[in-house]
T-cell receptor, first 112, second 116 residues
Framework: GNSVTQMEGPVTLSEEAFLTINCTYT??????LFWYVQYPGEGLQLLLK?????DKGSNKGFEATYRKETTSFHLEKGSVQVSDSAVYFC???????????FGTGTLLAVQP | GAGVSQSPSNKVTEKGKDVELRCDPI?????LYWYRQSLGQGLEFLIY????????KSGLPSDRFSAERTGGSVSTLTIQRTQQEDSAVYLC??????????????FGEGSWLTVV
């Protein structure tokens, strides 16, 4: 069945460092891919998405490219801020099911 | 409403009691999901409603869990004879799609359930 694997956390970075959070997936067909973010004390919200191969989703300086050849959707940001500290979830939807299937989440802590 | 609304936001219940959690999806959204978020467990799919189709109940962990959606809008998740391992945040989400996987799914703030 469909599944998502993302890198274990926590990830601790200094402000202005480069961020990569790896995400790979297994799915039948052509799923849509998502990154959701959960800031401390807040609900889950969509960060960015890509619905077909080679699409790049971007928002708030974050980017992720849908790579079908490597079944990946890695999240990147060139210069993180303290306010980016949150839990990031990679997710997919589609193929044989319309369920949104999440990875386990990666805690990012950015220090000043 | 403007977003997905869930109630109660916090619930403390005694082991063995039944609880009901309510979700008001975004107006007009045909798809509704329930997820559970436990400490260290990530986001666990529970159940999915899509329009008038039979719900996908494949994620419900036991027969103590059930959910219904009345009139294609409000949904109630019921947990019978609660156990301590049921303690978690229960998240509801909705989407406007009709089977379009790329449509955004919007989440509520969640209902924190603590079973003591």
């Amino acid at each position: 069945g469909n599944s998502v694997t993302q890198m274990e956390g926590p990830v601790t970075l200094s402000e202005e460092a480069f961020l990569t959070i790896n995400c790979t997936y297994t799915a039948t067909g052509y799923p849509s891919l998502f990154w959701y973010v959960q800031y401390p004390g807040e609900g889950l919200q969509l960060l960015l998405k890509a619905t077909k191969a080679d699409d790049k989703g971007s928002n708030k300086g974050f980017e992720a490219t849908y790579r079908k050849e490597t079944t990946s959707f890695h999240l990147e940001k060139g210069s993180v801020q303290v306010s980016d500290s949150a839990v990031y979830f990679c997710a997919l939807r589609g193929g044989a099911t319309n369920k949104l299937i999440f990875g386990t989440g990666t805690l990012l802590a950015v220090q000043p | 409403g403007a977003g997905v609304s869930q109630s109660p936001s916090n619930k403390v219940t005694e082991k063995g009691k039944d609880v009901e959690l309510r979700c008001d999806p975004i107006s007009g959204h045909t798809a509704l999901y329930w997820y559970r978020q436990s400490l260290g467990q990530g986001l666990e799919f529970l159940i999915y409603f899509q329009g008038n189709s039979a719900p996908d109940k494949s994620g419900l962990p036991s027969d103590r869990f059930s959910a219904e959606r009345t009139g294609g809008s409000v949904s109630t998740l019921t947990i019978q004879r609660t156990q301590q391992e049921d303690s978690a945040v229960y998240l509801c989400a909705s989407s406007s799609d009709r089977g379009l996987a790329g449509n955004t799914i919007y989440f509520g703030e969640g209902s924190w359930l603590t079973v003591v």
